[in-house]
């Protein structure tokens, strides 16, 4: 079996884009005809210090990213020791996630003599979202001109240094003009901005990804504030690309590719697996990496396939081939692995193929769980794990009826996106509620309320008794009630189970569930195997390190960046507050905390409008939140939590929010 993407980037080929989605291929420039070169002059210091390594690896970084003219790029000595130069500002941003649509935030940053023609000032009056602009340097040709320039500052060298502290939230509003985020607020704490939305972190001074979800980072720019105005230096280019690709190390092994062995195998290129091998590259790691998976894609935003069922699978790509050719990131696709061996460290792929490791993550995921009632086998019963299986359940459920087999989040996701698309749509649930377990009753109930609204039928409290078909097509759902709904697709959405039947004889420690148990570091009980993702326990820092299973896509991006770290032995440990939301007839659902075992829900607003937020208490502490249009609450509390503070239950039953005043705004 050979590797299905491991060539390196050649000069000249695709270079990476915005998050998931390769750029165009930039023309190449032709060279300027030699120039003769100027006498030496006899006296004072070169005006460009010769690159070190920090300083050529970050100038690759830069033509990666499209910046054609270093010169340009870098118009005054600036010591590389500070990477990209930067007293930097940056802004959080859905870089958090790469499919979902929204216009990524900026950050801000360069120190003021490396800008060309290139760069721009912005500048805000208050908190108005206006943009005026002018070159700074020597002027572009073309639109660029014709642009107002800012009176106090005419010339190049009357930048300050910048505090840009103060200006953040400010700042905040300017660069997030064309998008969603200036009706926005963010949660600001501890030296880093948390995304109101989705829950991602970025460190204020370098626009670094700290807390997950997502994979990017964000772009920096320089910050002046004068006055009632604030200045903003942006490059076009960085505006244009809204993220930036932390610089990465590539594979410098001679056998890369043609070896039966590897430096760190990866089983399973979900967000566990391709963050661990990026992580490994962020840190320098330029061993051979290998990631192999069961499915035909490479690494794709999985939890999409529930939200939008006819997103084809280059749209879920969270990156492009070119991506893994750069970086000497291997992939295999449909490799199924049967046997580890971990005393000769060696697994086995179910064609025969035997691979060597020294490092090895395990990250299978989970399989979804199947019915076991008469008729399961039959046409048009559906469970959804590729995007194959949902394309094809959106193309049959056009004007057909729809059956939908539990109420948790994939099912209800799935109802909701076809409602407009089936003729009619049924949810079967043995719980009396949806989400009754996760939600509470009354929470559940209200969204309940919604779908009936969109006009969802429920049948509560009973099961799936018999699939009836004719020739061999689904016809009709039997209920243990003794109803029968007609159906014509059903989708099965009633749980998982860990993909750990390979480790069962491998001498791998699994649970009595089939998950496999790892400490903080994401160790197993076997030296140099670390596991991650939807088929873990691990200890729930602050739930006094409670051994827990939470399958959310946020968890399983920081576990394998975790993993990636202690394979390097930098002995890092979990310590991420669980994050997730949903998206339901254009509604959005947040949730932080790990709420299981809660005792009791305070519900603040208004259920029946769906603008709420509901607390979930366990004695006298607050474990879990979740809020609909109640934006940023949740990420506040999760930015509490991680802060290691307990809310108590009475601070929250009053209704008084002033307890969050000082961790966010």
């Given amino acids: 079996m050979s590797p299905t993407a491991h060539h390196l980037l050649r000069p000249g080929g695709a270079v990476l884009g915005a998050a998931g989605s390769p750029a165009a291929v930039q023309p190449q420039r032709q060279p300027r005809p030699a120039r003769a070169s100027p006498p030496p002059r006899a006296r004072g210091p070169k005006r460009f210090p010769s690159p070190g390594p920090r300083r050529a690896q970050v100038l690759e970084q830069l033509q990666q990213d499209g910046i054609s003219s270093i010169s340009k790029a870098f118009r005054g000595s600036s010591p590389m020791g500070d990477a990209l130069g930067l007293r930097q500002l940056p802004i959080c941003a859905p870089a958090c996630r790469p499919s979902s649509g929204h216009s990524p935030w900026v950050a801000v940053s360069p120190s003021p003599n490396q800008w060309s023609s290139r760069s721009r000032w912005c500048c805000l009056r208050k908190n108005e979202a206006r943009r005026s602009c002018r070159p700074v340097g020597r002027a572009a040709p073309g639109p660029t001109r014709a642009t107002a320039r800012p009176a106090t500052s005419t010339r190049r060298s009357a930048c300050p240094p910048l505090t840009p502290t103060p200006a953040l939230r400010i700042v905040w509003r300017l660069l997030s003009a064309t998008s969603r985020i200036s009706r926005m607020a963010s949660v600001l704490s501890r030296g880093r901005v948390r995304c109101p939305w989705h829950g991602a972190c970025f460190n204020i001074s370098t626009g670094d990804l700290e807390d997950f979800p997502g994979l990017d980072s964000l772009h920096k720019f320089q910050v002046k504030i004068e006055k009632e105005k604030v ?52 840190e320098g790691f330029s061993d051979r990496i290998v990631l192999c998976t069961l499915d035909r894609h490479l690494p794709y935003d999985r939890p999409k396939l529930s939200k939008s069922l006819d997103t084809q699978p280059e749209q879920l790509a969270l990156r492009p081939k070119e991506f893994f050719r750069a970086y000497g990131i291997e992939v295999l696709t449909e490799a199924q692995v049967v046997t580890v061996d971990v005393r000769n460290k060696k697994v086995v792929f179910k064609d025969g193929f035997k691979l060597e490791y020294s490092k090895l993550l395990l990250a299978p995921g989970s399989s979804p769980r199947t019915l076991s009632c008469k008729g399961k086998e039959m046409e048009n019963v559906f469970t959804i794990r590729t995007p194959e299986d949902a394309n094809r359940v959106v193309r049959l459920a056009r004007g057909r009826n729809v059956v939908i087999v539990g109420a948790g989040f994939l099912g209800m996701e799935v109802a909701a996106y076809l409602t407009e698309k089936a003729h009619s749509v049924s949810v079967v649930e043995l719980e009396e509620t949806p989400f009754r377990r996760f939600l509470g009753e009354r929470v559940g109930r209200a969204l309940m309320k919604m779908f009936e609204n969109n006009r969802v039928k429920f049948y509560m409290q009973t099961e799936v008794s018999e699939l009836r078909g004719q020739e061999g097509k689904l016809k009709e759902v039997v209920l243990k009630s003794s109803k029968v709904v007609r159906a014509d697709v059903c989708v099965v959405g009633i749980g998982a189970v860990a993909a750990t039947g390979f480790l069962r004889q491998s001498g791998i420690g699994l649970d009595s569930r089939g998950f496999i148990p790892v400490n903080k570091m994401m160790q197993t009980n076997v030296p140099g195997v670390f596991a991650a993702g939807d088929a873990v326990t691990f200890p729930l820092a602050w739930r006094n390190n409670r051994k827990v299973n939470i399958p959310h896509w946020q968890m399983a991006h920081a576990q394998g960046r975790v993993a990636a770290q202690n394979m390097l032995a930098q002995e890092a440990e979990m310590n991420t507050v669980p994050y997730l939301w949903t998206a339901m007839f254009g509604k959005s659902l947040r949730y932080a905390g790990y709420g299981e075992g809660f005792d009791d829900v305070i519900i603040q607003g208004d259920l029946e409008e769906l603008k709420f937020v509901a607390f979930y208490t366990k004695g006298d502490e607050v474990i879990a939140v979740a809020s609909m249009n109640y934006d940023p609450i949740v990420s506040k509390v999760a930015e509490v939590l991680a802060s290691g503070r307990a809310i108590r239950k009475r601070e929250v039953e009053t209704g008084d929010m002033s307890w969050l005043t000082g961790k966010g705004s």
């Avoid at 960085?238 to 410098?252: D, G, H, P, Y």
């Avoid at 195998?265 to 391709?274: E, M, S, W």
């Fill in 231 to 282: 200045y903003v230096r942006a490059s076009k280019q960085a505006l244009q690309l809204q993220r930036r690709t932390k610089v990465m190390a590539k594979c410098i092994s001679p056998s890369a590719g043609y070896s039966s062995s590897t430096n760190v195998l990866i089983v399973g290129a979900g967000a566990a697996g391709l963050v661990c091998a990026e992580t490994l590259r962020q």
